[in-house]
């Protein structure tokens, strides 16, 4: 948790008010929630449209997602998802000061996962904790903060059990001869399709109405099974979530995420199961979706039941955790993007650009690198609107392409300045922007400090101290070589001073030098090297 001074820091000169709201409207079916407003606007799924984010408490969000179906590898698509919400938590948390309660359920019993234990022939909890593990590990790599707390749909049945029993009894289920229990869609009316809209399913012989769905299934043989008052089951796969969000959060949500393709038909269902249980208008106040990732060049998500998937293992095995990260913050969250190598590399480069300009600033504060004369008061004015570009940006939901843009554009600025030969100077101006870009890439997710990620730089510290020794002399020769001749006395004033002939081949020696030390990966810039990976 960053301190109020940091927080400030972030935020610049932008203050973010948050006033009492007292008035609600009605827009779509969506009811405004009375609350503190966060000063933030974000995109919200139930009204097609950006809304202003209040919340129940002042300072706190109540948060549930989706986890994952446990029967097989987490791939890129997932990892794009859960990256992406990953940072807006880290964004209310570390910019706007909203503690974020976070809860997420694993679904570890469904269709999937016994079809797979069967053809493994193992049993479905031995397969179901095997990739809950891996899911976990892989989001530890792709530092991914883990929710408050992670709940699973086993360790919840007889909760599951009572809330399917509170539908019924408020009139929304039915139960079949067979044992199935059903969600009763025509009980409800037109309030069914909040978010997408209603839709015909297939027709089946024990439903009243085809747009029903299952909240428990009975018993098949090989299937685990558990005792209800409607026989021997499991749950069907929506009523998991609202079961599980209602025992943590009750009747009101502020944020539910997931990815765009569970708005039909699972998060519309949840909303159907809690609204009847609880018997309120609106349960979920605010749903962020994030887009589809699609492999470059295919119109097609990418999905473990399409076979089209990249592991998030084998991915990085090829790039880091940084640059995927970069990736995502390159595109605004509810929107698809395109995997691809172009994609990565350009990731990929907008990290070795802010590595290289971390490299050269420290070195300038060090007297390694000089820069013309500048006005300190105009860099300082540039990391102040910067501050604020950067937070206005995030207010306006979470919109990182811009946010990401305004630190590129600071960068940019900075790297032509220390670039342009004089005198050295304001080096104090340098380490504010230094640590300004440390913490807001901190707060995003990314690591600065990890330098083989950022920069590609694979030589020791030794090496680099020599490499820089040898810089070093290189400038003092080149130095030497530039001095020019005694003007002899008599001689007129016009005439300007020449170099000494005789020291012109160290000149081109010092040229030949550089040139050949390039292709090896050791780049000298002004009187600084800098090492960077050569492929």
Known sequence: IHSQAT??????????????????????????PLGHDTGLKTYNSLTKQKEPLILAQE????????????????????????VRFDIIQRVLSRVFGVSV?????????????????????ISPTVLARMYEEEFKNDMLALKVLPPAVYLRVTENIPQIVAFIEGIMRNGHA????????????????????????????????????????????????????????????????????????????????????????LAFPHHENEIAQCEAYHQCGQWGNYFLHSGH???????????????????????????SANEFRMFCLLTKYRSAIDYSDTSMNEARSFLATI?????????????????????????WELLAQTKSSFVQALADDFDTPRAVNAIMTLIYQGNRIACNVSHYAFPAVFGAILAY?????????????????????????????????????????????????DVPPGVPSHVRPRPHPDRVPLLKACDKLRKDLAPLGVHIKVSICLLVQTN
């Open 59 to 82: 300072g706190i969000a109540t948060w549930y997602s989706c986890g994952p179906t446990v029967y097989d590898h987490a791939h890129l698509g997932h990892a794009c998802s859960y």
């Open 437 to 485: 870009i440390r913490d807001v890439f901190e707060v995003l997710g990314i690591d600065l400090v990890d330098i083989k990620e950022a920069h590609s730089v694979n030589c020791s510290g030794t090496l680099e101290n020599v490499v820089e020794q040898l810089a070093r002399f290189r400038t003092e020769v080149r130095a030497f070589a530039l001095s020019v001749e």
């Open 101 to 121: 309660i976070h809860v997420m359920v694993i679904t570890d019993i469904d269709d999937k996962i016994i079809r797979r234990a069967i053809e493994e022939s």
């Open 355 to 379: 590595a290289a300009f971390n490299h050269d600033a420290k070195a300038y504060m060090r007297g390694q690198l000089q820069c013309q004369a500048v006005q300190e008061e105009a860099l």
């Open 174 to 261: 039915y139960a079949t001869k067979q044992g199935d229990v059903y969600f009763d869609i025509r009980s409800i009316g037109d309030r069914y399709g909040k978010l997408m809209g209603a839709s015909d399913l297939a027709s089946e012989p024990e439903k009243r109405d085809s747009r029903d769905f299952a909240l428990w299934k009975a018993s098949k043989p090989q299937e685990p099974s558990w005792s209800s008052p409607w026989g021997k089951g499991r749950p069907g796969w929506h009523i998991e979530c609202s079961t599980i969000a209602s025992s943590v959060f009750g009747s009101q949500l502020d944020i539910h995420s997931g990815g765009i393709d």
């Open 293 to 319: 990732l699609h492999l470059k060049g295919s119109a097609e998500k990418m999905s473990k039941s399409l076979k089209n998937f990249i592991t998030i293992k084998d991915f990085l095995g090829s790039y």
């Open 7 to 32: 927080q400030l820091v972030l935020r610049g000169r932008l203050q973010i008010s948050r006033p009492r709201t007292s008035l609600t409207r009605v827009r779509n079916n969506w009811i405004q």
